[in-house]
DNA sequence: TTTTTTATATTAACAGTGTTAATTAACTTT
DNA sequence: AAAGTTAATTAACACTGTTAATATAAAAAA
């Protein structure tokens, strides 16, 4: 398929195009790897009209990392059904470490990289697709802290402990740190871990 | 000082001289924004000669973050002293927290880069700078657990948790993730859940 | 229908990146 | 003085993100 048939056929939203376009190199080659010349020439463009359509590279990781915020999202939404907040903050802690293995060029562009970050540096610009996650989190701390399930004092500070140990775990881990524990032990160290916080989570009541 | 009478001066150890600069660099624009060829102009050297001293970028990136452990090294050297293990952890905490924020660029290279260990990856290479840091962590909790201070079930893994949220507070906070709390809290918010995490450690016990 | 305007995409270019190969300059050894 | 060795250099490759100027196509106005 000629470049020229190519604009016929998928006119109207060249922006989506780009998009997946990125996602799907991104997804293959890593995030270091993609290049603004190699998403053009996947769609049969050149490089610049990316531009007319984003702002920098930045921009277009930002609107990836929604795509893993959609993911993530979704998963989470049916921790609503499971009644017992600390057992959906058990679940929650999961879902995230298995997401993170799973989908870890997004986890990265969600939570590690600064890229996507600065794309909203308009000032009052807010992060919603994080900030919604975190609510989550929020919300079922502060339940395990009314119903003495969790000695807490401040939720939002409790939330931010939660998340840190969780993203904690995946960052060293994804990053080779685990170097320093013995070898058969590396790869179930985040299981082990996980095991151990819900335990010290379980002891932390009234 | 022309590059002539520089070399004469200097001459011995250009391995040093090359690090020292890229060091200087490195702390003041920053990893990203370190190029070989800006170290090389530095020092008078043309960009090629770096590569008769160092395999690759990567290399110089991996002797930099051996100053960084030299430093965290030397200060929880100190610790050792702290005889109530426990307290000896808190203190360790504390100061973690302190150099990741005190040495921000260090701390990505020793923590979060992939660039340093990649570095080592001659399979049988071990990351040793890092072991002796995670092993003194190790040894503080092993005492706890023996003291039944900490009820983990295994030293590994609780190390590993009070390390992952170690970190995961001072890399959600220097990757920007802290823009979904409220303005005002979020510069206090790695001492809130420390404090937190305190408690929920103290909670942990026989 | 022809001309003008507008939106879209392209080429050329800039200023940089890490890195390798070939070459020159300097110092040792024979 | 000639040959050999080491150290540093220049030139070049194949990239990178990005901007300005240019061409092409479609739409609107004449």
């Known amino acids: 398929m000629s470049p020229i048939e190519r604009h016929k056929k998928e006119k109207g939203d060249l922006r989506r195009i780009i998009l997946s376009a990125a996602r799907e190199i991104f997804l293959e080659k890593g995030f270091d790897q993609t290049s603004m010349r190699t998403i053009a020439q996947n769609i049969g463009y050149s490089a610049t009209t990316i531009y007319l359509y984003f702002k920098d590279k930045d921009a277009i990781l930002y609107a990836l990392h929604k795509d893993g915020f959609d993911i993530l999202s979704r998963q989470m939404e049916v921790l609503i059904h499971v009644e017992d907040p600390f057992e959906r ?53 502060q339940e395990c802290m009314d119903k003495k399930l969790l000695l807490f004092k401040d939720a939002d500070a409790g939330a931010y402990l939660v998340w840190s140990t969780m993203h904690g775990m995946c960052t060293l881990y ?33």
Chains 1, 2 share one sequence.
């Open 89 to 141: 903050i058990k679940a929650m802690g999961r879902l995230y470490l298995h997401f993170a293995n799973e989908h870890h060029d997004y986890y990265d562009l969600m939570f590690v990289q600064k890229a996507p970050m600065d794309s909203l540096n308009g000032e009052h610009e807010t992060w919603k697709e994080g900030q919604s996650s975190f609510d989550a989190l929020r919300f079922s701390i």
């Open 174 to 206: 994804d990053r080779g740190r685990c170097k320093v524990l013995d070898e058969e032990k590396r790869d179930l160290i985040v299981d082990l871990a996980f095991n151990e916080f819900i335990s010290l989570l379980e002891a932390f009541r009234a």
